[in-house]
């Protein structure tokens, strides 16, 4: 009761962050709106603003701008909320909404109950700085790729096809593949492919060498096949710290890997995942899977799990197979980075075959 007076008797400030200027609006410990007005979102004016004022709650919304404000907010001594925007249907559904509405609905909630807003804590800038190396890959990748589907597109109506081959080695099997007519109209668009699969691979050896040896957790995980540096450094940065979670079961929901619930009576409907968390790294695993399930991918308990699912039947059997296995690989993933165990792939052999099987080395085997 005393932490809730105490939390009562500070200044609540709701301040909704914009890309040229930021609303906020504060109300007192009794709930009356004593101030608002707007700032230029810049780092100079919200130190000038926010570093003569008392210690106050400040709720802001997670967004482009959230984390070097929040950054900047603590450093000054406030306390600061950032709000998940997933649990702001007051704001995002309301009928009148405005910049005005929007940081007063933030601070009144933020000042009754603060879990309402499901607070979320912002990465670390350094943290920050390495995810955007992957992200830029991965827009590069996406770009490529949307120019290799246009190159494969634009030869097909001429009655011409570019045989399948994987995209790194797209600009050099393609060219012999095009239309004389299209050769002069596609050749620039191919160089762009060329260029873009160099600075991938620019990319990935920085991830494979300076990234992830910045990051030792990314070499335990990337003991399970069909984790690379990629994956590994992803699963690392995005999910920060292993023990905020107070189970690795959680970390799947987390990534938004579980079905989403619409129970009703004896009704239990099958429903597609949440799609919660973060897209990039959800996409990664899938991928992931989709290798373990594949016909490259080793004997694993994984790869029999997973097609155990398949052979369940009905529809879309295989796709839930893959993102089952997706889910069960971040709990792995997970696991394996808090204990910094020797993955065995198969775990669940009897414990005699496991022996008659091992190494004569004493020391412990890794798979890659």
Same mark, same amino acid.
């Given at each position: ?5 105490? /939390? ?74 950032? /709000? ?29 109950? @603060? ?41 097909? @109506? ?18 012999? *593949? ?8 596609? /050749? ?8 873009? %699969? ?12 300076? #990234? ?6 990314? %070499?335990? #995980? ?16 995005? #999910?920060?710290?292993?023990?905020? *979670?107070?189970?690795?079961? %959680? ?6 890997? %579980? ?20 897209? *990039? ?14 016909? *490259? ?23 839930? /197979? ?47």
């Amino acid at each position: 009761m005393q932490d809730f007076t105490a /939390a009562l008797g500070k200044v609540t400030i709701g301040l909704d962050l914009g890309d040229k200027y930021s609303h906020y609006h504060t109300v007192d410990a009794m709930g009356n709106s004593t101030e608002r007005d707007r700032l230029v979102t810049t780092p100079e004016v919200f130190r000038a603003h926010f570093s003569g004022m008392k210690p106050a709650r400040i709720v802001v919304e997670a967004g482009t701008h959230s984390p070097w404000v929040s950054r900047l907010l603590a450093q000054l001594g406030h306390e600061v909320l950032v /709000a998940n925007p997933r649990q702001l249907p007051l704001i995002y559904c309301n009928t009148k909404k405005s910049d005005q509405t929007d940081p007063e609905n933030l601070a009144r909630v933020g000042r009754l109950d @603060p879990d309402l807003l499901k607070p979320l804590e912002h990465r670390s800038k350094r943290t920050q700085v390495d995810l955007a190396t992957l992200r830029a890959r991965d827009s590069l990748v996406a770009a490529r790729t949307k120019l290799i589907n246009h190159v494969r597109g634009s030869v097909k @109506p001429l009655g011409a096809r570019v045989p399948a081959c994987s995209a790194p080695h797209f600009h050099q099997k393609a060219p012999e *593949f095009i239309p004389s007519e299209l050769q002069a109209v596609l /050749a620039p668009v191919v160089k762009m492919i060329e260029e873009l %699969t160099h600075e991938i691979r620019k990319y990935d050896k920085l991830i494979a060498r300076e #990234l992830c040896g910045k990051h030792p957790a990314t %070499t335990v #995980l990337q003991q399970v096949n069909g984790v690379g540096p990629l994956t590994a450094l992803a699963f690392v940065l995005i #999910l920060a710290d292993p023990r905020r *979670f107070k189970d690795s079961r %959680t970390v799947g929901a987390y990534l938004g890997l %579980t079905p989403r619930k619409d129970e009703s009576g004896e009704q239990q409907p099958q429903l597609r995942i949440t799609k919660a968390g973060d897209p *990039f790294l959800r996409r990664l695993l899938v991928s992931s899977a989709q290798y373990i399930l594949g016909p *490259f991918g080793p004997d694993s308990d994984l790869k029999r799990f997973g097609q155990a699912l398949s052979r369940r039947g009905g529809k879309n059997a295989k796709k839930r /197979a893959v993102v089952a296995v997706a889910r069960k690989l971040a709990v792995l993933l997970h696991r394996l980075w808090l204990t910094g165990e020797v993955f065995e792939p198969l775990r669940k052999r009897p414990a005699a075959k496991r022996n008659l099987q091992a190494p004569s080395s004493s020391a412990p085997v890794t798979t890659h």
